[in-house]
């Protein structure tokens, strides 16, 4: 504001009032075009007549949501990788939930991940894992890293390798958030679909043949039929069904066995 500082000494209350409104006034148009999608073009044009109409704000879009000007993408896989961070999105969603944030100190969190194809004319998409909060039934979606390519992940072992290691580190220490330290255990489910869930886990597609990594015998088909080896298999139990077959059958390859 005009004078503004050449007063600053005998009104420091005041000028300091008026930097807290124009914070604010940048805030909440910020906070208003991300969550109403605003193009960039139309949110600069507004921020123009805004200034036009006195209100000290920035000029363009891309200032008033601090866009950043570099990226640290990684080329892996066959595509581009670029991560969030486990941390960074845990403290963005506490931010956003408030007072919620405060119903405990625990975030276990439940992970997604699923091709997503961006065109009908292009074989380009995006492969997000997504995060949410299994403590906090309220939490939304949210990113940890996304991976775009012309098709899915060549390789899952650098697919997940940041993930990975992020998730390892962040369930050893925790996070701290507005001064409380909130445990992170390693995620307690991966909800995926069959193909995507072949994916992660290195086994055969789900309309694949013998494609289910709990089986422990491999049938072959004789006259049309599936025929197995072994007829007078020994019975076996939930438990041993869930674990012992899982254990002995379970695909070396497959990147979660790091977790």
């Not at 005998?10 to 807290?20: I, K, M, N, V």
């Not at 098709?151 to 990975?164: H, T």
């Amino acid at each position: 504001m005009p004078g503004c500082d050449s007063d600053c000494d005998l009104h420091g209350d005041e000028c300091s009032d008026l930097e807290d409104d124009n914070d604010d006034d940048s805030r909440g148009l910020a906070e208003w075009a991300a969550e109403f999608n605003i193009p960039q073009t139309a949110l600069t044009a507004l921020l123009k007549i805004l200034r036009r109409k006195g209100l000290d704000i920035p000029m363009d879009g891309r200032t008033l949501m601090s866009t950043d000007r570099s990226c640290n993408v990684a080329n892996m896989a066959g595509g581009s990788y670029y991560h969030f961070g486990i941390e960074n999105a845990l403290t963005a969603e506490l931010s956003s939930l408030g007072h919620l944030a405060n119903v405990t100190d625990t975030l276990t969190l439940r992970i997604n991940i699923d091709g997503l194809p961006l065109f009908r004319s292009s074989s380009v998409s995006l492969w997000p894992i997504l995060g949410m909060i299994k403590e906090i039934p309220e939490c939304s979606v949210f990113v940890i890293g996304v991976y775009s390519g012309a098709s899915k992940p060549a390789n899952v072992q650098e697919y997940l390798q940041e993930f990975i290691v992020d998730m390892k580190a962040v369930s050893q220490s925790g996070i701290v958030y507005n001064g409380v330290h909130f445990r992170v255990p390693l995620p307690d489910a991966f909800i995926c679909d069959a193909p995507a869930r072949a994916f992660l886990k290195c086994s055969k597609g789900h309309t694949g043949y013998y494609g289910c990594e709990r089986c422990t015998q491999k049938g072959q088909f004789i006259n049309g039929k599936v025929a197995y080896p072994e007829i007078s298999a020994e019975l076996r139990t939930d438990e041993q069904f869930g674990m012992q077959g899982y254990q002995e059958h379970q695909l070396s390859a497959s990147p979660l066995n790091d977790l």
